[in-house]
């Protein structure tokens, strides 16, 4: 039963241009959530959603970010006219729909703007 | 906030078992204690969760005080690579359903040869 996937490990992305990080949740879970985590930091709640729904995304940066989980295919997250300030790991989370799960984590993804 | 404390680090010898302390004493009666782990630049690993009876798997086991308000995580043989920031969490009632998994800061547990 494969984890939770993410794609790509690392992103290099110079300032200005757009990063898209893809999330594929485990086999069965239909709830996804993105977590941003700066270097030396916590890990820190950005957006929860289910298939085509954005529940909570009182996380998010107000400007440059969106995420989306489609019917088919895996989640995105996307930053728009990124940062230095944006780099950072982002790991996605998924859990089936059992108020009470845990969440499962990928390994991330480590974003870098030059 | 988080809704639990840890002690900020720990030092534990390898093949002793290590007892990782956390209290909760405001949680709720329905609400579960979750602990994870993140061994550096990898993503949090979960490790166990129960609501109010002791549980156990094969990474660890979870001892749950009888009024909740604290939990010890003990990783009866402790290896090298147990070496990671371990994380206590209570899911915040009260918030949006989302951000209800709130991480501390953990505690930073080193496995000493």
């Known amino acids: 039963n494969a984890g939770v996937m993410q794609n790509p490990r690392h992103l290099v992305r110079r300032r200005g241009q757009e990063a898209r990080l893809r999330c594929s949740p485990m086999?069965?879970?239909?709830?996804v959530y993105w977590y941003r985590q700066l270097p030396e930091e916590g890990l820190k709640f950005m957006v929860y959603?289910?298939?085509?729904?954005?529940?909570?995304e009182s996380g998010m940066p107000k400007e440059r970010f969106s995420a989306e989980f489609p019917k088919e295919g895996p989640s995105i997250l996307r930053i728009q006219q990124v940062v230095r300030g944006d780099s950072a790991a982002y790991f996605c989370?998924?859990?089936?729909?059992?108020?009470?799960?845990?969440?499962?984590f990928g390994n991330g993804t480590r974003l870098t703007v030059t | 906030d988080a809704k639990t404390t840890q002690p900020p680090s720990m030092d534990c010898a390898e093949g002793r078992a290590a007892n990782l302390p956390c209290n909760h004493s405001?949680?709720?009666?329905?609400?579960?204690v979750y602990w994870y782990r993140q061994i550096h630049s990898q993503g949090p690993q979960y490790i166990i969760h129960?609501?109010?009876n002791n549980e156990t798997n094969e990474m660890a086991s979870l001892i749950i005080t009888e009024d909740r308000k604290s939990s010890t995580l003990i990783l009866p043989h402790a290896t090298l690579r147990d070496t990671a920031v371990y994380y206590c969490?209570?899911?915040?009632?009260?918030?949006?359903?989302?951000?209800?998994?709130?991480f501390g800061p953990g505690t930073r547990l080193s496995v000493l040869p």
């Open positions: 959603l289910q298939k085509e729904n954005i529940i909570d």
């Open positions: 405001t949680i709720s009666g329905n609400e579960y």
């Open positions: 086999k069965g879970h239909s709830h």
């Open positions: 129960g609501l109010k």
């Open positions: 989370a998924s859990s089936d729909l059992d108020r009470n799960s845990p969440l499962h």
């Open positions: 969490i209570v899911r915040v009632e009260g918030h949006n359903y989302g951000q209800n998994f709130v």
